[in-house]
């Protein structure tokens, strides 16, 4: 269970402050200094779970009006409300809530006005935005933006990130197999540059692992910004299946998420459109990996079909249908990653393609040949099943283990 987060240790003198500047309208000009006081103290009576973190994303003026912008909002949902333009020049800060997953997922918007006084708050979805665009201090990789002890001026659980790199080396090992790994991210929008980065590591992974050394063919089809579209996607799958012959198909999806949707290349994209695809190609025999917030809700889709997708033979979700999905943590709530000089930009994804290295390594590819429970047809699905089943038991996925993050599998 998680522990409500009920006292962060600030003292009285704070919380007068906080009501003194919001009682009975302005008191005076206050500083940066003293707004953000006041926010953290604003924090504290919110009761938000002990992992969130506040930041500071810049000045807003009076005339501006800030909002915010969720890519994959669902259909019906309540609409969340604008400040309007503001009556005064401010500051403008943002609690995450679930620090750095992907969206939709909760936070809520904070503008202090230079008089002392909240011009707006509002509990959100998604990222925050001023007259539409997205704050200049939030175009940058989380890990940047976690580090500015400028920017984020309130992190109990001491998240953190190592700036360590490194490449899997993957070795080739599948025949006959394909791939189409697909980032639905845009430039404009939060976490680009992560899932940038693990695309092309996703992509790098199933060359290596599908594509001969001594053939000139390509059967990994690599989908991204700007063409990324959820046609796109279909045209690399029909591209593989008609032009390269290909019968089995990995499809990986990295994406801002919601239940059971996701925004691709601007564009959302729900599972039964997922459905209808992989059905009309009932000779192709796919793979679905999602890593996108509440990823969990498209395997629960699938599993619960009635008649179920014959030719789904495995799907992978990185985090519950009510989770998010996590850039890489190295450090948070006392505990360190055990493999965070290796992992990498996104948390799972990149423990699953260590591991993806490990297994098809001479030393260890025998352990995947050898697998006779559960009682796979293929190589491949008993690959898959290895790397997701140890980066979990070797408990190398970080958020995992603090409760934050509960990856899922299903299989016929």
């Known amino acids: 269970m998680k522990r409500r987060f009920m006292n962060i240790g600030i003292c009285v003198l704070v919380f007068g402050l906080v009501v003194a500047l919001n009682s009975c309208g302005a008191v005076g000009v ?28 810049g000045e807003v003026s009076a005339g501006d009006e800030v909002g915010s912008f969720d890519p994959t909002p669902l259909a019906g949902g309540r609409a969340e409300r604008g400040s309007g333009p503001l009556s005064e020049n401010g500051w403008l800060f943002y609690v995450d809530e679930w620090p750095g997953s992907f969206y939709s997922h909760p936070g809520r918007i904070c503008v202090i006005g230079k ?8 509990e959100t979805q998604g990222w925050p935005v001023v007259n539409g665009v997205k704050p200049a201090s939030m175009n940058r990789t989380f890990q940047a933006m976690l580090a500015d002890t400028s920017m984020t001026i309130y992190n109990p659980k001491n998240i953190a990130i190592w700036p360590e790199f490194r490449w899997p080396v993957i070795v080739f090992r599948m025949r006959q197999f394909g791939a189409v790994v697909v980032n639905g991210l845009t430039p404009t929008q939060s976490l680009y540059t992560e899932a940038s980065n ?7 992974a199933m060359k290596k692992l599908f594509n001969s050394p001594t053939v000139a063919v390509d059967y990994v089809k690599r989908v991204e910004n700007p063409n990324n579209k959820p046609t796109d996607v279909a045209d690399a799958i029909r591209d593989l299946v008609e032009n390269k012959k290909v019968n089995y198909i990995v499809l990986y999806y990295i994406a801002h998420g919601n239940i059971e949707y996701m925004s691709v290349g601007g564009t959302g994209f729900n599972a039964s459109q997922l459905e209808t695809l992989m059905a009309s190609y009932p000779g192709v025999k796919f793979i679905l990996f999602v890593e996108t917030c509440h990823g969990g809700s498209w395997r629960d889709y699938f599993r619960d079909l009635s008649p179920r997708l014959l030719n789904l033979k495995m799907v992978i979700a990185s985090t519950s249908r009510d989770q998010g999905a996590y850039p890489d943590w190295d450090v ?15 948390e799972f994804t990149s ?32 690959l898959f099943w290895l790397c997701y089943q140890r980066a979990q038991n070797d408990s190398w996925i970080l958020p995992q283990n603090t409760g934050h993050q509960s990856p899922q599998i299903f299989y016929p």
Do not use: C
């Open 115 to 122: 008089s002392g006084r909240i011009l707006y708050s509002v």
């Open 198 to 204: 693990i695309h092309a590591m996703m992509v790098d």
């Open 332 to 346: 948070a709530h006392g505990q360190t990653d055990v493999n965070g000089n290796d992992d990498q930009w996104i």
């Open 30 to 57: 206050v500083t940066l200094d003293d707004a953000k006081i006041q926010f953290i103290g604003w924090i504290g009576g919110l009761g938000v779970e002990e992992h969130a973190i506040g930041q500071y994303l």
């Open 351 to 382: 423990d699953f393609l260590l591991k993806m290295e490990y297994y098809t390594s001479e030393a260890h590819w025998g352990e995947v040949t050898g697998l006779t429970f559960p009682a796979f047809d293929n190589n491949i699905l008993r």
